[in-house]
Nanobody, 124 residues
Framework: QVQLVESGGGLVQPGGSLSLSCAAS????????MAWYRQVPGKERELVAQ???????NYAESAKGRFAISRDNSKNTVYLQMNSLKPEDTAVYSC??????????????????WGKGTLVTVSS
């Protein structure tokens, strides 16, 4: 199983910044996509930002220019720097990772996983 642990959530005032991190471990050998999603009550979970192993980044329109996703492959960690936060950014932010796991010389299979989420609250 892929284990993902997020950290960095908390309470911040509008206009402030937070940095989230997510560390992957367990049964994953080669990570492809690392991403951040968020969800609030009454809304569907949405993709905030993602980055592939090749460095391709994709952001939600609401996040462009304010958020930045990055990854440290040596640490199997993905980060989300959030600046100029708005009350509407309040949500549970969850990390997602997919890739491949190999447990034998001839076997490799697709795996993915979700973190438990970390709450970000933007309020004055």
């Amino acid at each position: 199983q892929v284990q993902l642990v997020e950290s960095g959530g908390g309470l911040v005032q509008p206009g402030g910044s937070l940095s989230l991190s997510c560390a992957a471990s367990g049964s994953i050998s080669n990570i492809n996509t690392m991403a951040w999603y968020r969800q609030v009550p009454g809304k569907e979970r949405e993709l905030v930002a993602q980055v592939t192993s090749g460095g391709t980044r994709n952001y939600a329109e609401s996040a462009k220019g304010r958020f930045a996703i990055s990854r440290d492959n040596s640490k199997n960690t993905v980060y989300l720097q959030m600046n100029s936060l708005k009350p509407e950014d309040t949500a549970v932010y969850s990390c997602y990772v997919d890739g491949y796991y190999s447990d034998s010389p001839l076997t490799s299979y697709y795996v993915d996983g979700w973190g438990k989420g970390t709450l970000v609250t933007v309020s004055s």
